[in-house]
């Protein structure tokens, strides 16, 4: 008995950390990218959308990829740095963006 208490208590232990994960990255991504990149699309430029087709074809396929993006983006996309995003925090609004528009 024991012992199926402790697989529950890791297995909602992992899912906990993952659905934290998730919202953070939905949270940061409200925060940070949403005003340009509302519903996966981009009002400056429309064919950088975060869909998939546009995320493939700009190479943009892993979350290294958009980590990358994030930390050196050309203008009109502004560049955050760690200050403005933390490590953490820029992969995992890499996940949730992959995830959500670039299916």
């Known amino acids: ?4 208490t402790a697989v529950i208590a ?3 232990l992992v899912s906990s950390v993952s659905v ?3 919202s953070n990255g939905e949270e ?3 925060k940070n990218c949403k005003a340009c990149h509302a519903n996966g699309g981009n009002i400056a430029n429309p064919k950088k959308t975060l869909k998939k087709a546009d995320m493939d074809a700009n190479n943009l396929k892993t979350v290294d990829d958009v980590v990358k993006l994030i930390r050196n983006a050309t203008k009109p996309m502004p560049s955050y740095d ?3 995003i933390s490590d953490a925090d820029a992969k995992a609004v890499s996940e949730y963006i992959l ?3 670039a299916k």
């Open 1 to 4: 008995m024991k012992k199926i």
């Open 10 to 12: 890791a297995a909602f």
């Open 20 to 22: 934290a994960l998730a």
């Open 28 to 30: 940061v991504f409200n």
């Open 82 to 84: 760690a200050s403005k």
């Open 99 to 101: 995830k959500t528009f």
